[in-house]
């Protein structure tokens, strides 16, 4: 299988990572913070090794991951209309993933900071690349909305996809105004973020009421 110019992009950016987590390892002390509590205190610690590698890893399967749902989905000729969005939204998650790995690597060397307000940005970025992704997917079996009322008929995804995308861009304007409370940063994405996937869902669910109701 071909591999497109991004993925190779993408192998690149996994490969620095690996690179510099090889380089940082011998300097990282032997537990390493990998987890913030609400408060933006520390609750979680990994040995040296995973904290030098896991991000760099999970990078790892999410490229694997994403190479092989375009190629395998029953539907993919529908992911190649999107092709071109859902390359980006790949290439802007792995970036957010690295930029998780330097604030942990920051903290680890003593620099001190609320993390949920550092995230918020990245966050923000996220959600505003899934919502461009939900409103230009195709009907598929890997990538969207997928419920079973979206998967059962091609108006009620679209209805519900372009619903659903312009929720998660809102979800990334809330996230983003978060950053300037940092005691509730985590509240102004992690509420909005149900809402949005819950009032999708319901949206699916009666829009085919509607559409069965029709026929």
Not at 1 to 14: A, H, Q, S
Not at 37 to 50: H, L, P, Q, S, T
Not at 64 to 92: M, S, T, Y
Not at 184 to 194: R, S, T
Request: proline share 5%; glycine share 6%.
């Amino acid at each position: 299988m071909k591999l497109r110019r991004v993925e190779l992009v993408n192998i690149i950016l996994v490969a620095v990572a690996f690179i510099a987590a090889a380089f940082i390892y011998p300097a990282l002390p032997e537990r390493v913070a990998s987890h913030w509590n609400i408060a933006g205190d520390v609750d979680g610690y990994v040995g040296r090794f995973w904290g030098a590698f896991l991000l760099p890893f999970v990078a790892l399967g999410m490229c694997v991951l994403f190479f092989a749902v375009p190629r395998f989905d029953p539907k993919r000729n529908n992911i190649e209309k999107f092709g071109k969005i859902f390359d980006l939204f790949v290439l802007v998650l792995l970036i957010f993933l690295f930029y998780i790995y330097a604030l942990t690597l920051f903290w680890t060397f003593g620099y001190r900071f609320n993390m949920g307000q550092f995230m918020a940005p990245g966050l923000a970025i996220i959600f505003f690349a899934a919502g461009k992704l939900i409103q230009k997917s195709e009907p598929n079996w890997s990538i969207g909305i997928r419920t079973p009322w979206t998967l059962s008929n091609e108006t009620v995804w679209r209805k519900t996809h372009a619903l659903g995308g312009k929720l998660f861009m809102a979800t990334a304007v809330l996230t983003l105004v978060g950053a300037l409370f940092p005691s509730l940063a985590f509240w102004f994405f992690i509420v909005p973020v149900i809402l949005s996937s819950v009032i999708s869902v319901v949206y699916s669910y009666t829009e085919y009421l509607k559409v069965s109701k029709n026929n």
